[in-house]
């Protein structure tokens, strides 16, 4: 049996008090994995999420460089896809030809978002004053919640992730109890 941690900070953190719940294949009806069942793990990832968005450099990098590294990311996903449509396969129970297309997608979607990253820009709004410049800016607006429902994890995710991480914002993300593997492992890369 496979066992996952949740993945807090950059790097896979044993729950604080140890709980656990099982995920089973819906298919054999085995279970084959188990993942942190651990409300407490929240603050901790919280705290994470606004440090790194405060103190981290994602909310104040160069648009650009935010683009290259979605679009590593992307790149990363593509070559990790047959792996991942196989675990989402086990996790929810989908057949693999619709798990392989959704994850050989994955790469097209953060490309797209990360085209955008340096298009997100204010405007200058007209003056009734000529010795006046007003403007509007767009700014990373700081952590955001991503709860993921259970039939196309892998791919939910990523539709949350992409524009979010464009903007430059952090995320704190909850899968669901019945397909939460796909999204520890997409957190790892």
Known sequence: MESYDNWIDGKFVTPPTGRRMTTVNPFTGDVWADVPDDPTAVDAAVAAARRAFSTGPWATMAAAERARLMRRLGELLSRDAAQLAEIETRDNGKIIRETSAQAKSLE??????????????????????????VYTERVPVGVVGAIVPWNSPLALLTWKLAPLLAAGCTA??????ITPVTALLLAER
């Open 108 to 133: 097209g979607h953060l490309e797209f978002f990360a085209g955008l990253a340096d298009k997100l820009a204010g405007s200058q709004i007209p003056s009734p004053s000529p010795n006046f410049l």
């Open 172 to 177: 704190v993300v909850k899968p669901s109890d």
